[in-house]
């Protein structure tokens, strides 16, 4: 038996066979052949080129059964990259040259994606991501690799996804028929493939660091998305826990899933606002039944990420306004495209050297005003089907509040042009999630109707500490106090001005942090569907006046570790026996415990 430990970033256990991904590009050997190999070298090197074809037509297929005809697009655009004669040509100059035709094939593209990364062009750009994958396939083909595509496993096979990192255009491969669990090297709690995780429903754990490594594929393991943990070929006693705990958590589901209808309010009155984030338009109905009043963030990017091509105005109309119906007059706070960072459009933006401090949401959509227009279109005339409300991502300044004013009135008058009704008066807020964004938010409060408080790029802009980099994770800590004391800020100004605060980052869905965000005064939290009812179950098991006496204590701490320590106290004294309270806590196996952190 093996047990690796990462972090936990989806609820829930699956236990079934190993499949490991090896997505990276391989290495290659530096090989010199003689003139008379090089006719029959250019020649498999063809065969190569034909057989990744081949195969991008199968997972061409699959891929649009599994995700639709937009996304599956993007295979199209790989096939006929691998038609390129300049491409090609480059190739067979360089085995000509006399260097084997792996090598020869891994130095064009090194080349190629070196291009295609700093061209003034964002079309061509946004091929490097698809350069990369075919960089790979066809390497995988001359190396003779093993072909690890994940849709390759039969319906049913209930497996558990082993890889360094999803890219976009594997999530969009995922068939969710066959996997059942995903486990990555790389990541955190926040990393955008824990929040898809969630979004799908998929358990999930990140962070492994060299998993990939060390398997093989085929194990038999467990995954435990509450405890971040991998154990792999299980012993029967190990078997026998996690069966019986899977059932304890379906039941605990189930009991969850009657606090529905109840009211999201705290022992001692205080009514809080629930709303879920909704990733994926298809989350959208689902949610709706999860007790949430609204959606407090739709993350439009998962419309656009592995795709071949944006989606138009229309594409986005009916995405935003499926949602919206599905809400049914409770607000939508829809969040304009937050594309870069990690969360890579149409092929990504490979070339900065810190894409988080990068060309990213704001920033890229008011450099690209049809880009952003487009959307903002889309938007005005989905308010007519409900209560949206517009939300800018990763804001420092209101100069940018104004820009996008101005690019909003443009779209105004472009469908008012084009004769299109849609709604005049819709609300424009923005998120938190800078400390830039806290510091001047008494600059904002004129130009703005809400403040969303974002603690998933919150902790990182303020701790300077990456949220996806898996060496990081014990020192990406939402209580540290210099966090906690922005969220304050936030709220005592925003609150002043007389607009909604709500915390929408990760934060607000576990035990101890909900407590302390409702401590520090904040009544609205916006969660993953899945954890809507759990948080009920938090805001209805404490009393709001604790809670902020414990948010006093952990302002004033001195570290992260005494901040969670004044809140964890005063937690447990006053409702240790609170059935919410037993979510996170270690988990015994076999009478070995693991220590693990709330889990989603
Ligand atoms: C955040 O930063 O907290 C947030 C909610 O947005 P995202 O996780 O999509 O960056
Ligand atoms: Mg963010």
């Given at each position: 038996?093996?047990?690796?430990?990462?972090?936990?970033?989806?609820?829930?256990?699956?236990?079934?066979?190993?499949?490991?991904?090896?997505?990276?590009?391989?290495?290659?050997?530096?090989?010199?052949?003689?003139?008379?190999?090089?006719?029959?070298?250019?020649?498999?090197?063809?065969?190569?080129?034909?057989?990744?074809?081949?195969?991008?037509?199968?997972?061409?297929?699959?891929?649009?059964?599994?995700?639709?005809?937009?996304?599956?697009?993007?295979?199209?655009?790989?096939?006929?990259?691998?038609?390129?004669?300049?491409?090609?040509?480059?190739?067979?100059?360089?085995?000509?040259?006399?260097?084997?035709?792996?090598?020869?094939?891994?130095?064009?593209?090194?080349?190629?994606?070196?291009?295609?990364?700093?061209?003034?062009?964002?079309?061509?750009?946004?091929?490097?991501?698809?350069?990369?994958?075919?960089?790979?396939?066809?390497?995988?083909?001359?190396?003779?690799?093993?072909?690890?595509?994940?849709?390759?496993?039969?319906?049913?096979?209930?497996?558990?996804?082993?890889?360094?990192?999803?890219?976009?255009?594997?999530?969009?491969?995922?068939?969710?028929?066959?996997?059942?669990?995903?486990?990555?090297?790389?990541?955190?709690?926040?990393?955008?493939?824990?929040?898809?995780?969630?979004?799908?429903?998929?358990?999930?754990?990140?962070?492994?660091?060299?998993?990939?490594?060390?398997?093989?594929?085929?194990?038999?393991?467990?995954?435990?998305?509450?405890?971040?943990?991998?154990?792999?070929?299980?012993?029967?006693?190990?078997?026998?826990?996690?069966?019986?705990?899977?059932?304890?958590?379906?039941?605990?589901?189930?009991?969850?899933?009657?606090?529905?209808?109840?009211?999201?309010?705290?022992?001692?009155?205080?009514?809080?606002?629930?709303?879920?984030?909704?990733?994926?338009?298809?989350?959208?109905?689902?949610?709706?039944?999860?007790?949430?009043?609204?959606?407090?963030?739709?993350?439009?990017?998962?419309?656009?990420?592995?795709?071949?091509?944006?989606?138009?105005?229309?594409?986005?109309?009916?995405?935003?306004?499926?949602?919206?119906?599905?809400?049914?007059?409770?607000?939508?706070?829809?969040?304009?495209?937050?594309?870069?960072?990690?969360?890579?459009?149409?092929?990504?933006?490979?070339?900065?050297a810190n894409p988080f401090l990068g060309w990213r949401a704001i920033r890229m959509c008011l450099d690209e005003p049809e880009l952003f227009k487009t959307q903002l279109r889309a938007l005005l005339r989905a308010a007519l089907h409900g209560d949206v409300r517009i939300m800018l991502p990763l804001i420092v300044s209101v100069a940018e509040v104004r820009q996008a004013r101005v690019l909003l009135a443009e779209?105004?008058?472009?469908?008012?042009?084009?004769?299109?009704?849609?709604?005049?008066?819709?609300?424009?807020?923005?998120?938190?999630?800078?400390?830039?964004?806290?510091?001047?938010?008494?600059?904002?409060?004129?130009?703005?109707?809400?403040?969303?408080?974002?603690?998933?790029?919150?902790?990182?802009?303020?701790?300077?500490?990456?949220?996806?980099?898996?060496?990081?994770?014990?020192?990406?800590?939402?209580?540290?106090?210099?966090?906690?004391r922005l969220i304050q800020r936030t709220v005592e100004i925003g609150h002043a001005a007389g607009l909604e605060v709500a915390v929408c980052g990760e934060m607000a869905s576990q035990p101890v942090m909900a407590f302390a965000l409702i401590g520090l005064g904040v009544r609205e939290l916006s969660v993953a569907p899945r954890s809507v009812p759990m948080v009920k179950r938090i805001i209805r098991g404490v009393?709001?006046?604790?809670?902020?006496?414990?948010?006093?204590?952990?302002?004033?701490?001195?570290?992260?570790?005494?901040?969670?320590?004044?809140?964890?106290?005063?937690?447990?004294?006053?409702?240790?026996?609170?059935?919410?309270?037993?979510?996170?806590?270690?988990?015994?196996?076999?009478?070995?415990?693991?220590?693990s952190s709330a889990g989603p």
């Amino acid at each position: 038996m093996q047990t690796f430990t990462g972090i936990p970033a989806s609820r829930g256990i699956v236990i079934g066979p190993v499949h490991v991904l090896r997505w990276e590009v391989p290495e290659v050997r530096h090989r010199i052949i003689p003139d008379e190999a090089v006719p029959a070298e250019i020649a498999r090197l063809h065969a190569a080129i034909g057989r990744a074809k081949d195969r991008l037509r199968e997972v061409r297929g699959r891929a649009e059964k599994h995700a639709g005809d937009e996304e599956a697009a993007i295979f199209d655009v790989q096939a006929s990259m691998l038609e390129d004669a300049e491409l090609i040509g480059g190739v067979e100059s360089l085995i000509r040259q006399n260097i084997g035709a792996e090598k020869a094939f891994d130095l064009v593209m090194l080349e190629w994606r070196q291009h295609f990364a700093k061209h003034t062009h964002a079309m061509l750009r946004e091929r490097v991501s698809d350069l990369v994958d075919l960089h790979i396939r066809v390497l995988s083909v001359l190396l003779d690799l093993p072909d690890y595509d994940p849709v390759d496993l039969p319906a049913g096979a209930n497996a558990i996804l082993i890889t360094h990192d999803l890219t976009p255009s594997l999530t969009v491969q995922l068939d969710r028929n066959a996997i059942a669990a995903i486990a990555t090297d790389e990541g955190t709690r926040a990393s955008h493939v824990a929040i898809l995780a969630r979004s799908l429903g998929l358990p999930a754990v990140v962070g492994l660091r060299d998993a990939v490594g060390r398997l093989h594929g085929h194990e038999q393991a467990i995954l435990d998305g509450s405890s971040g943990l991998l154990i792999v070929d299980p012993t029967d006693e190990h078997l026998a826990a996690y069966r019986d705990r899977a059932l304890r958590e379906q039941a605990d589901e189930i009991e969850l899933g009657q606090l529905a209808t109840a009211e999201p309010l705290t022992l001692d009155g205080v009514r809080m606002t629930l709303r879920a984030n909704v990733d994926l338009p298809d989350e959208a109905e689902q949610a709706s039944q999860s007790g949430a009043e609204g959606v407090g963030l739709m993350r439009t990017e998962f419309l656009v990420v592995g795709r071949a091509t944006m989606p138009d105005e229309e594409e986005q109309y009916r995405e935003y306004s499926r949602v919206v119906k599905a809400f049914d007059g409770h607000p939508v706070v829809i969040r304009t495209f937050d594309l870069g960072g990690d969360k890579l459009p149409v092929g990504g933006y490979p070339t900065e050297a810190n894409p988080f401090l990068g060309w990213r949401a704001i920033r890229m959509c008011l450099d690209e005003p049809e880009l952003f227009k487009t959307q903002l279109r889309a938007l005005l005339r989905a308010a007519l089907h409900g209560d949206v409300r517009i939300m800018l991502p990763l804001i420092v300044s209101v100069a940018e509040v104004r820009q996008a004013r101005v690019l909003l009135a443009e779209a105004a008058a472009e469908l008012d042009a084009r004769g299109v009704e849609y709604r005049r008066d819709i609300p424009l807020g923005v998120m938190v999630e800078t400390p830039a964004a806290v510091i001047v938010a008494d600059t904002l409060v004129k130009d703005v109707s809400f403040f969303s408080v974002g603690t998933n790029d919150l902790v990182q802009y303020t701790l300077a500490v990456d949220r996806g980099n898996a060496n990081l994770a014990s020192r990406y800590t939402p209580l540290h106090p210099a966090v906690l004391r922005l969220i304050q800020r936030t709220v005592e100004i925003g609150h002043a001005a007389g607009l909604e605060v709500a915390v929408c980052g990760e934060m607000a869905s576990q035990p101890v942090m909900a407590f302390a965000l409702i401590g520090l005064g904040v009544r609205e939290l916006s969660v993953a569907p899945r954890s809507v009812p759990m948080v009920k179950r938090i805001i209805r098991g404490v009393s709001a006046e604790i809670a902020r006496e414990a948010a006093a204590a952990a302002v004033a701490a001195d570290t992260a570790q005494a901040a969670h320590d004044a809140l964890a106290e005063r937690l447990y004294s006053a409702f240790g026996d609170a059935p919410f309270l037993q979510h996170g806590l270690p988990v015994v196996v076999d009478g070995h415990s693991f220590e693990s952190s709330a889990g989603p």
